[in-house]
């Protein structure tokens, strides 16, 4: 089934908010749990230096888990819109209430419908191969 998504470059329309304030979040709790622990604990001060990365690495890791779930959503959602066409088409075609203008009209779009999903589909084999340095 196609995939209508945007390129892997495209700029993402969300603004890495919930993953700033999750590492910022996680970092704020390394910082205050190093400042409770006793002084003598040898790894108190490599908790309050760690803590800045750690809210970077949460951040970058909820941006790809998120950008994922986006990219798998729009899939699903592109799908079920196709499948729909597709079935709300075969069934007017297929009615014997539907006028044999409107039926040769509901064909024409369906062959369409198809060949757009295969043009979409060959267009990203072809961008994914190309990422990957596989195609020109």
């Known amino acids: 089934m196609a995939q209508h998504l945007p390129p892997d470059n495209a700029k993402d329309s969300g603004n890495g908010v919930g993953g700033a304030i999750g590492?910022?979040?996680?970092?704020?709790?390394?910082?205050?749990?190093?400042?409770?622990?006793?002084?003598?604990?040898w790894f108190k001060s490599w908790l309050v230096i760690i803590a800045p990365s750690v809210a970077v690495v949460i951040n970058a890791?909820?941006?790809l888990v998120k950008r994922q779930i986006d990219r798998y959503?729009?899939?699903?959602?592109?799908?079920?819109?196709?499948?729909?066409a597709?079935?709300?088409?075969?069934?007017?075609?297929?009615?014997d209430l539907t006028p044999e203008p409107d039926k040769d009209k509901y064909k024409a779009d369906l062959?369409?419908?198809?060949?757009?999903?295969i043009?979409?589909?060959?267009s990203l084999a072809k961008a994914y191969?190309?990422?990957r340095g596989k195609v020109d």
Do not use: F, W
């Open 23 to 41: 590492g910022a979040g996680i970092g704020t709790l390394l910082i205050l749990l190093a400042n409770n622990l006793p002084e003598d604990k």
């Open 61 to 63: 890791l909820y941006n």
């Open 73 to 84: 959503v729009e899939e699903y959602k592109t799908k079920a819109a196709m499948k729909r």
């Open 86 to 95: 597709k079935t709300t088409l075969q069934a007017a075609i297929d009615s």
């Open 111 to 117: 062959v369409e419908l198809e060949k757009l999903l």
């Open 119 to 122: 043009e979409s589909d060959v």
């Open 129 to 131: 191969l190309a990422r």
